[in-house]
């Protein structure tokens, strides 16, 4: 990881990705948890409103596993409106008239911010496996590094939900200071044997497609879109609640009133499950999913402070608000509340709120009108206790 | 399939299965529900105990989706003990002092029965994908012809777990003075939409393993392993509580002291992961888990009676005993009680146990003592209203 001192940004842009947006290079080598150091490397983000005169009135916007930077804008790929566009924008619950929000792809992403898809300028080879393997502590690095560079001294709020909520925790572990609300939503201190399992076999689908070539397939100018496919229709089963699939689809006929007697999509929900398959591999990088599923299993908060929780939030200021939702069995209640109790312990100002859906994890990315008046009334006491514009 | 009239039954046995038990060749077809008349075919079954003089004491085992007739001895080729040998042998729940237990492999199976991996005597290859698709009604179909050949006309009790239940809730209800006693044990009348959607997983992982040629990978002297391995990995997840996951493994390392920083099985629950896919294809055949998983998705008993449940056990006489597991999340108790509210408005002579246990759907496998007691109960209530020797 030795790099020359002068290097051409240029040289980290790759030709095919002339999509909208900022990109920081970062040129001081970033080091990461396994101990190697990474860079010069590429910061890819958006923003959204305007950073007020002292600069308190930023949020920063975590996203998800297969997730990115265009929270409110439409993806550059797939055309499809920003995945929280429901949630931030002109007087929304993260609201661009009033707050500076910002949203970075993940360390090990691959939608501009350097992973394994990117050029390795030591060998002038796609990364593909030699990437170093990241944390969501290195993924938070990475973003401070970005803040920083926007002169941000504190972040109003720090949101996410899922592995966001992750990053949200390891922001208020790391830089207590840097955050003055923490917005964890349908998230977890840990990931569970059962999470770390639907990983594995989404990994295991990947390694398994020939066309993966031992994570070379850039270089063989293939792509494993089979194997990630079946990776993406796995942990998208685990994303919804049964009842919202039995709500959405039950065993409702696709397109047809009687079975084929064949091993067509008979049914709604297996068409259904092939399009999220088959759409997923347009957007994204089957080594950034070996990279960043990975980097969730590894995540274990408890276990970075000595193995108590509570020890990670000891002495920090920030002001939390915990959101779960009741069918989400992906990062159940029972995860969260585990989360408010170490909090509690730690004597941190924590509110806690479980909100009733069938929608199951993906709720946090939905039309869920408890969870957008939850934050709201959240956001305006925090903005009020900052000294900034509420209702 | 029009097949030839004299057929050698030895040309239905395949040379590299030399494995102990009983063969039925059944000459006259079986009509299929897709309006195939599929024969002849091969039954092939174990029985433990000894028929009593009036034939009473016959109890059919119905096995899950990959399981097998080797229910109380060494399986074949893994060598493990029989899938149910905590509940069947000599003074054991499933007495084999007192009862006739008999089990067959399952219609479209791979251990001895017909299906796709056997050769089609019309065109002297693998049926493959040119095996009819078969429904759960078909499979008992199948072995009622056993039962006739056996000579019983009436059976003590119907007894399985999962896809095993939802073949006693069809022996009940297509041959309803064949079955005294119905025991579906953590099962439903129907397939729900995100078991479907599991399936389709598993089914896509092995479609996607070039491998399996379209089907024809015995033909072409191959194996989808890695695809059938990922299927097998993704269902075994859905076996487990994740407490279950969380007891045995929680995230713990495997064999190691810190993170290999790699994609490794650094966690011993992917380590376990990838050895059940591992050894689940060295005994199992991977068209028959697509069509047998098809069966399954198929099945909706309402469907098959105008639409309304209690219809399917109108008029029967079958004593059912409805068990199911509080932390089986693929068969819910929800499921097993819809089922019994239909058995009520069937006005049925019903029984409901839900039992306490965190081991999840594999609960009717494991050791058990609540699910033993409350079948050794029901068989003694049983066995007394038949006449037979009880406790």
Redesign the interface.
């Known amino acids: 990881m030795n790099l020359p001192a002068a290097i051409e940004p240029s040289l980290l842009k790759r030709p095919d990705e002339d999509w909208p947006g900022h990109r920081l290079v970062v040129r001081e080598p970033l080091p990461l948890d ?1 101990g190697i150091d990474l860079g010069p490397f590429t910061i890819a983000y958006q923003t959204y409103g305007t950073l007020n005169a002292d600069r308190s009135n930023a949020i920063l916007i975590c996203h998800a596993l297969t997730g990115d930077q265009y929270v409110a804008d439409p993806h550059p790929i797939t055309r499809h409106p920003g995945w929280w566009s429901t949630m931030a924008g002109p007087r929304l619950v993260l609201d661009t008239d009033r707050y500076f929000l910002i949203c970075a792809n993940v360390l090990g992403g691959c939608m501009g911010t350097t992973g394994p898809k990117d050029i390795d300028l030591a060998t002038g080879k796609p990364w593909a ?1 030699s990437f ?2 990241i944390t969501v502590r290195d993924m938070v690095r990475a973003q401070k590094r970005l803040v920083e560079h926007l002169g941000i001294e504190q972040l109003f709020c720090v949101i996410g939900g899922s592995m966001g909520g992750m990053q949200v925790l390891e922001w208020a572990a790391t830089y207590p200071d840097a955050v003055f609300a923490a917005v964890p939503v349908a998230s977890a201190a ?5 999470n ?3 990983h ?2 989404g ?3 990947i ?4 066309d993966w070539c031992g994570g070379d397939y850039l270089e063989a100018g293939r792509k494993p879109a ?2 990630l ?2 990776a993406r ?2 942990a998208h ?1 685990t994303y ?1 609640s ?1 009842a919202a ?2 709500r ?4 409702n006929l696709q397109d047809r009133n009687t ?1 084929t ?3 067509d ?3 709604q ?2 068409s259904y ?2 399009h999220q ?1 088959s759409t997923f591999v347009d957007r994204f990088d089957a080594n950034s999913y ?1 990279y960043i599923t ?1 980097a969730m ?2 995540f ?1 908060l408890a ?1 970075e402070h000595g193995g108590a929780l509570p020890a990670a939030f000891a002495g920090g200021k920030s002001r939390f608000c915990v959101i779960s939702f009741t069918s989400d ?1 992906l990062f ?1 209640t029972s995860e969260s509340r585990e989360l408010v109790h170490a909090l509690n312990a730690a004597a941190a100002n924590v509110s806690f709120v479980e909100i009733e859906t069938d929608k199951g994890h993906d709720a946090f990315l939905l039309h869920e009108p408890e969870l957008f008046a939850t934050l709201r009334g959240f956001l305006n006491g925090c903005a009020e206790h900052r000294g900034l514009p509420h209702d």
Chains 1, 2 share one sequence.
Not at 190 to 194: K, L, V
Not at 207 to 210: E, I, K, N, R
Not at 248 to 251: D, L, M
């Open positions: 396994c496996l170093p393997v840990r990931h569970s044997a059962q770390i399992a639907f594995e076999v990994r295991q689908a390694m398994a497609d020939p089979r194997g496919a079946v229709m796995a089963i919804l049964e699939l039995h959405k689809f039950g065993r079975v007697w064949g091993f999509a008979d049914f929900v297996e499950l092939r398959g070996l990975r299993d590894y274990d276990a069995w159940p």
